[in-house]
């Protein structure tokens, strides 16, 4: 019976210094700003673990596996720990179950220190490299403890037995409370149960900004306890696996932004530390070592250098490959507000570009009357109040540039052709406000969605259509924070309804040449558009070669979030390693569905594919109709 008592006493060991340790942690959460608490979301954890979580963990089946084993056994020996030691009925046949699942947990264990003899760059070492060797003392201590007849068992064994089960049970209670490895665990459980957008638990693509009160002087996050105290929370949920660092972009591109070192670098400031014990890949030229944070001291630069958040394309690949949902756009977006609000602090081209969207409500400081110039020959409507319309097409800030007026222009061809009802806003449409919101300029985001919004209301039609996602995006999930709401379709989706429904004349595309197509971020992981632009491929007869990196998991052309202003130097360019997975595919000519990834594609030196808007495509395979 000693082993039994002891392992009673330790459970409940264990049980209070998590108890403390994990009050000493959301202590350090409460620092954070106010955010609505639901007591009742901790019911919703089960399913928001295995099924939102794994549904993202399962992409890497040797891992989903892995962590099947490893973390259901553990959960499932200490749940019968409890009931079995914690309320001292020690049953036989429990103990049996607990053999099962430790043995299960030990298996998964084994697949974890496989992985950490030859593991990716991406993941981080220091205290995780330890993780396998003090998991498998829990499991095996505890099988020890457990297993062996009394009668069997030695005062070496069992002290053997108990020295393992303290030394895993150490990693698992002291984790939250010193902040090491195994915090995940509860952190983890708790960011799925007060998640910072819990409506992406209900099937919903919540990728909009929230608005800042500017009026009670919100100005975005200048320190640590800045943030909601559930992102801070979400922070303390990573496991430095570094899927967001292999997706990002900027990473690859040399550009000094790490996803999983700017994750890590905040957890630091919430607990007043220095980067010293982050083992993980550093931000590219920028050393480990150099900065530390507080709670309450300015994250940049103390903490983090201002160009790695300028360095982001706020492409949110690395939000889509995150296990643990953590949500590094709003982060980067939160603490380039407070640069631009209250210091205006933005490298490049920016602060210009920003000048004159509050002078001109346009990015070049055009006049908003030569915004429909393209359209001069080509005999479009333009909305009026009181006019019905049924389809509304925002042109966006390609309306100024010649290369992608092309885009516009066959879209208009498009729009005739099927006899569609439709209208352009003319001169009163202004920058929809998505580049100043990017580069933290909120005030100037909100005048000119507001500006917008006054136009859009006086006027009637059914829907919005654009072929500039950023336009969509905008109008879609961030104007309804501030009342307006519509129906906005991207232009694939219209033409492939145009298409399905037989309004669009059937044509097939004469050009034989190979295409593969680009998915902008702003139409697919921002708005779920995965199959229209295919959908329109498919009907102009063309065999689409995809690219390696595709769907959710397609590679950013580098023209988001500003980046193209704020310009940021690294090793290659983001466009450049986007036609390179072009290449690859052989294909001569990459079909795109946004005037910003045509300016970056086209803007790649040397032998490249054409670039071709779908929309371009379909205006061809149109004219080529006998």
């Known amino acids: 019976m000693f082993v039994a008592a002891a392992i009673t006493i330790l459970f409940w060991l264990t049980m209070a210094t998590l108890a403390v340790g994990l009050f000493r942690r959301a202590a350090l959460w409460r620092m954070g700003q106010p955010s609505p608490i639901e007591w009742s979301a901790l019911l919703t954890v089960p399913k928001r673990y295995f099924v939102d979580l794994h549904h993202v963990v399962a992409r890497e089946p040797y891992i989903a596996h892995t962590h099947v084993a490893t973390a259901g056994g553990a959960v499932l020996a200490l749940l019968l720990v409890a009931l079995n030691y914690g309320l001292a009925l020690y049953w036989p046949v429990l103990d049996w179950a607990i053999l099962i699942a430790a043995a299960v947990m030990l298996t998964g264990v084994y697949f974890v220190w496989q992985r950490r003899r030859n593991p990716p760059s991406r993941l981080s070492h220091g205290a995780w490299d330890r993780l396998p060797f003090t998991l498998a003392a829990f499991a095996v201590g505890l099988a020890l403890a457990v297993a062996l007849p009394t009668h069997f ?14 030394v895993g049970s150490a990693e698992l209670a002291l984790g939250i409370g010193l902040g090491a490895p195994m915090k995940h665990a509860v952190a983890g459980l708790l960011h799925l149960a007060f998640h910072p957008r819990p409506e992406r638990f209900a099937g919903v693509r919540s990728t909009g900004l929230k608005p800042l009160a500017l009026d009670r002087h919100e100005f975005g996050v200048n320190a640590p306890a800045d943030f909601r105290w559930n992102q801070l929370l979400s922070f303390d949920a990573c496991v430095q696996c570094g899927k967001c660092e292999q997706a990002c972009p900027a990473f690859a591109a040399g550009q000094p932004l790490n996803p999983k070192k700017l994750i890590q670098d905040l957890v630091c400031g919430l607990s007043a530390s220095a980067d010293t014990g982050y083992a993980g890949s550093p931000y590219p030229g920028i050393a480990i070592g150099v900065h530390r944070g507080a709670p309450h001291e300015a994250i940049v630069p ?59 409500a346009t990015q070049g400081g055009y006049s908003n009357s030569s915004r429909y110039n393209w359209a001069i020959d080509l005999d479009v409507r333009t909305a009026e109040a009181g006019k019905a319309v049924d389809i509304l097409l925002f042109a966006g800030e390609g309306a100024f540039d010649t290369r992608y007026q092309r885009t516009l222009r066959s879209l208009v061809k498009i729009l005739k052709a099927a006899k569609a009802d439709f209208a352009v806003l003319g001169d009163v449409e202004s920058d929809t406000g998505d580049t100043a919101r990017r580069l933290g300029d ?3 985001f909100q005048a000119l969605a507001k500006k917008n919004i006054a136009t859009l209301a006086a006027l009637n039609f059914k829907r919005i259509v654009s072929p500039d996602p950023h336009v969509l995006h905008s109008l879609r999930n961030e104007y309804p924070a501030l009342g307006g709401r519509y129906v906005v379709m991207h ?4 033409i492939d309804e145009l298409m399905a429904n037989g309004t669009l004349p059937a044509s097939k595309l004469q050009d034989a040449r190979a295409i593969t197509y680009h998915d902008p971020c702003y139409l697919g992981r921002y708005n779920g558009e995965f199959e229209a632009p295919r959908a329109v491929l498919r009907r102009l007869g063309i065999s689409v070669r995809e690219m390696e990196r595709s769907g959710f998991r397609a590679r950013c052309c580098g023209g988001g979030g500003g980046a193209p202003l704020t310009d940021i130097p690294g090793k290659q360019r983001i466009p450049d ?9 052989g294909a ?25 808007d779908i929309a371009e495509l379909v205006a061809g395979a149109l004219e080529a109709r006998p």
């Open 577 to 585: 390693m986007r036609m390179g997975d072009v290449r690859s595919t």
């Open 588 to 612: 001569e000519i990459v079909a795109v569905a946004c005037p910003q990834c045509t300016a970056m594609l086209e803007g790649v030196a040397g032998d490249r594919a054409e670039v071709l």
């Open 153 to 166: 068992t030695s005062a070496a064994i069992a002290a053997i037995a108990l020295f393992l089960l303290f």
């Open 302 to 360: 103390e903490l983090i250098e201002p160009q790695t958040l300028w360095s982001c394309t706020t492409c949110r690949a690395c939000v889509e490959e995150c296990p643990m949902l953590i949500e590094h756009v709003d982060a980067i977006v939160g603490m380039r507000r407070s640069l631009n609000l209250t210091r205006g602090d933005v490298p490049g081209t920016a602060p210009e570009v920003l000048a004159n969207l509050r002078e001109t």
């Open 442 to 444: 909120e005030a100037t």
């Open 491 to 494: 232009h694939t989706a219209l």
